[in-house]
């Protein structure tokens, strides 16, 4: 039984269609991006699936018990953090954060040891004892994570966890979010590409409310690839003996004298890079570039996205 399975999630605001038919499963140890742009639907799927919004269409089971019929018990295991945490600004961080913990039904012994762990593991140890409206935006979010996971929930939902953070900041609660994985499940919604390669295990592009491209099919066509640029044109011959060298797993025919060459994730770039060097010097081929292809997941997600718009 998966801990989290999504099974044709729709929703409609009047008569805009927010969210159309999404299915999906996830498991413990397992970080999900939901990747797109403003108004795709990430928001709506995320207060759906913590109970935000009514379920009116398709179903969501936490550890098999459906959202819409057995809310308690489904949301036991729930931690959520929307897009603007819910922070109260005239409580110490301490303070709110017990009082997060009471609401979740933590009390006596159990929560001072709740509270204990959560200031820990958000490293808010040095802050405890602040003003909430005292705290610098890195901490607020650090704060809204800790109230989401006080109660150690299996699943955790960050709606745009990152947002109005500086590059340190940033950088600090993609650590977090990928700590945090080694014993939740997780889904993300963001729109910023490089934060879904620093963390996620799996990503799905929504666009215009749709499920655009699944997790299975992106981890099947984002394979690293370096860009190789030869003066002559390839014979099948050569095309051949290029995709039989160890390591290469596609070839691909790019803009005119370009070719892009798909390689095994574990093996090292600069590795492959010489052997494909030494490779077009014995064939004799005029060699003018080589170097690591355009990211392919910013390319996925521009075709997705283009091709869902047109």
């Known amino acids: 039984m998966a801990l989290l399975s999504v099974q044709g999630l729709g929703f409609a605001y009047q008569q805009n269609r927010a969210l159309d038919n999404i299915s999906f499963e996830l498991e413990r140890g397992e970080i999900l991006a939901f990747l797109g742009l403003n108004g795709a639907g990430k928001s709506t799927a995320l207060n759906l699936i913590s109970g935000v919004l009514p379920i009116n269409e398709g179903s969501v089971r936490i550890y098999g018990h459906d959202l819409a019929r057995e809310p308690k018990a489904a949301k036991a295991y729930l931690g959520y953090l929307p897009e ?7 409580m110490r961080v301490r303070a709110y954060l017990r009082f997060a913990g009471q609401l979740r039904g933590l009390q006596g012994q159990d929560l001072d040891l709740a509270l204990d762990w959560v200031l820990g593991r958000c490293g808010l ?3 405890a004892d602040k003003w909430v409206k005292h705290l610098s935006q890195g901490f607020r979010q650090r704060l809204g994570i800790a109230q989401a996971i006080i109660h150690r929930p299996a699943l955790i939902l960050l709606d745009e966890p990152s947002v109005g953070l500086d590059p340190q ?3 600090e609660s993609l650590d977090l979010i990928r700590d945090l994985a080694q014993d939740h499940a997780l889904i993300f919604s963001t729109h910023i590409l490089s934060e879904v390669q620093a963390v996620a295990s799996h990503v799905q592009i929504l666009h215009a409310g749709c499920l655009r491209l699944s997790k299975t099919a992106l981890a099947e066509q ?9 003066s002559q044109n390839l014979s099948p011959d ?3 003996a290029l995709q039989a060298l160890p390591d290469v797993l596609a070839l691909h025919a790019e803009a005119e004298g ?4 798909e390689y ?7 590795r492959l890079a010489k052997r494909l060097s030494q490779w077009a010097a014995q064939a004799g081929l005029g060699l003018f570039a080589l170097q690591m292809a355009k990211n392919d997941l910013e390319r996925i997600f521009l075709q997705t996205t283009q091709a869902s718009a047109a």
């Open 169 to 171: 900041q940033r950088r």
């Open 258 to 261: 370009y070719w892009r060459v």
């Open 264 to 270: 095994a994730p574990e093996q090292d770039y600069k």
């Open 125 to 127: 140890e040095s802050v």
């Open 222 to 230: 984002a394979k690293p690839s370096i860009l190789l640029g030869i």
């Open 238 to 240: 050569l095309q051949k």
């Open 84 to 90: 603007q945490p819910p922070l109260y600004p005239r």
